[in-house]
């Protein structure tokens, strides 16, 4: 494993990337001078209007074949008044919000590698080679020959091998312990039939949050402070990452090392989004 620390105790941002096949682990502990953001999205949705456009395409986009022509025309009719004189029925409370669901959760971090951090006053080891090691996690990488191009993150079947057998299992799970002695008789048995169903065969637990593995090509991003010792002390533990942009700058000013010419100083931003959602675990955890 390639680890990067600064000379300095500090505030710092805590970076493990893993799971790059044949390139080795990365792990950089690097000094951050800008407030560190995270940020959280919610879907919001107004149920009411969202029920009453579903209505309108129900009685307007039937052809009348549930209301008959006439009642098709007469609600076309009324829809066409509203647009004409730009009013909608209902009030306010027609609009109210409600959640929907929640987006990825995204983070973006300047990381910068300026000659002397690590103590070592090398332009190699210190601003190239953390730079392009990150950057080069960003992008595709070639296999051999360069026949084919790998992503830089989790593939849809190595989520879906790693956790879509698990989510099955445990939403079934959740249906089955809301059926138990529900009025319907005998929805606990064809629930739980269901849930053999999907799990027969498979290795996987039934127990709701009973963990979460990590997928390869994906980064670990913690904030905390970096004491002396090559002790991080965490503040916030974020989770896995999959990074969405990268960009790199370097400056015009060099260092020879060895036969090579070097820049003393790189940056790299990188956008980042939650593997999986933000939730308010994660952020107990630093209470």
């Known amino acids: ?22 390139y080795e682990d990365l792990t950089l502990i690097v000094p951050i001078k800008e407030d560190f953001v995270a940020s959280a999205e919610q879907e919001i949705s107004a149920p009411i209007a969202d029920l009453f456009k579903e209505i309108k395409k129900l009685v307007v986009d039937s052809s009348g074949a549930l209301f008959g022509g006439t009642g098709t025309a007469i ?28 987006a990825a959760s995204s983070i973006t971090l300047n990381l910068e590698f300026p000659w002397g951090w690590m ?6 080891a210190e601003c190239h080679d953390p730079a392009m090691l ?53 929805a606990s048995d064809v629930v739980a039939n269901d849930l053999t169903k999907y799990t027969k065969g498979k290795n996987i637990t039934t127990t709701k949050n009973a963990g979460v593995v990590k997928l390869g090509k994906t980064w670990n991003i913690e904030y905390g402070f970096y004491t002396d ?8 533990d974020l989770g896995s990452h999959i990074i969405k942009s990268s960009t790199i700058s370097q400056s015009p000013q060099f260092q020879k090392v060895g ?9 790299i931003i990188i956008n980042a989004q939650s593997q999986s959602l933000y939730t308010d675990k994660m952020f107990e955890k630093g209470t």
């Open 75 to 102: 609600a076309s009719g009324g829809l066409a008044i509203q647009d004409l004189f730009g009013t909608r029925l209902g009030g306010r409370e027609f609009y109210m919000k409600a959640w929907k669901g929640a």
């Open 229 to 236: 010792g090559n002790n991080f002390v965490s503040i916030l």
């Open 1 to 22: 494993m390639a680890n990067y620390v600064p000379e300095n105790p500090g505030v710092c941002v805590k970076l493990i990337a893993s799971g790059w096949g044949g």
């Open 134 to 186: 990150i950057m080069g996690r960003t992008v595709p990488w070639e296999t051999e020959g360069g026949s084919l191009l790998n992503s830089p993150m989790p593939s849809p079947i190595e989520v879906y091998t790693q956790y879509g057998a698990n989510v099955i299992a445990n939403a079934l799970a959740d249906v089955a312990n809301v059926a138990t002695g529900a009025l319907i008789t005998g």
């Open 119 to 124: 103590g070592s006053w090398d332009a190699k």
């Open 259 to 267: 036969d090579k010419f070097y820049s003393i100083s790189s940056k």
